[in-house]
């Protein structure tokens, strides 16, 4: 059984992990380290989404 | 009159009595003291915990009474391992003949490698060794065995500082 995931799914999925455990080991209250995975999964996404526009656009 | 006195009690008593039997009273109620005092002390060695917090991801959480947070070190280090291993990235190995730079990345990445754990002896003993193909997949791959064992260091050093009291 073999896993063949795209850049964007690779990605995604690197993404949810790390932001869970940066929300785990972080906060102090279940509410904070809920809201700070969240916000650190959204900087994961925007960062994603905004390199692979800038890459789009640097090689035409 | 009982050890476990509260505060109010004890101090009614001792305003009560004087000379010796103040100190016995002291005496008595010491125990109290020192047994709130044991309940606040690390129940068990943080650095016997650093080692199986490594070795088993989440167990350390898991000692310290904090049974969700340790589920979830274990679940996030295991997905990103399993993720790894099906997508057959090759692990790396310290022992190396390239130039500086690859061997320090050989290194740092075998590190990484080790950090997992469990499941990194667990996929050697197995004799999970694909090879290093060209391709994005194995390439993902070896880079998402290297972050399970990033993210169990993360979860070691929470288990460390939540057993030396750093925080809760």
């Not at chain 2, 399993?82 to 290194?107: E, K």
């Not at chain 2, 999970?128 to 990033?150: E, I, M, Q, T």
Request: aromatic residues 10%.
């Amino acid at each position: 059984m073999t896993l063949n995931l795209d850049h964007f799914e690779a990605a995604l999925l690197f993404a949810l992990l790390a932001s869970a455990m940066l929300g785990l080991i972080t906060k102090r209250t279940d509410r904070e380290r809920l809201r700070y995975g969240v916000r650190c999964f959204a900087w994961f996404m925007a960062a994603l989404f905004g390199i692979g526009w800038f890459m789009r656009i640097l090689h035409g | 009159m009982q050890a476990g006195l509260g505060g109010g009690v004890r101090g009614q008593a001792e305003g009560n009595l004087k000379g010796p039997c103040v100190y016995a009273v002291k005496i008595i109620v010491m125990p109290s003291s020192s047994a709130v005092a044991d309940s606040t002390a690390p129940t068990r060695s943080p650095l016997l915990l650093t080692g199986l917090a490594w070795l088993i991801p989440g167990s350390g959480h898991l000692l310290l009474g904090r049974r969700g947070r340790g589920a979830i070190v274990f679940a996030t280090v295991l997905a990103a391992f399993l993720i790894g291993a099906l997508m057959r990235g090759p692990m790396f190995h310290p022992g190396g003949n390239g130039d500086l730079l690859s061997r320090l990345i050989q290194i740092g990445g075998f590190v990484g490698d080790l950090a997992a754990g469990l499941p990194y002896f667990l996929s050697v003993w197995l004799g999970y060794a694909p090879p290093d193909s060209a391709g994005h997949a194995a390439d993902y791959g070896s880079k998402f065995l290297v972050a399970a064992g990033l993210l169990n260091i993360l979860g070691i050093v929470d288990a460390y500082e939540i057993a030396t009291h750093q925080k809760d």
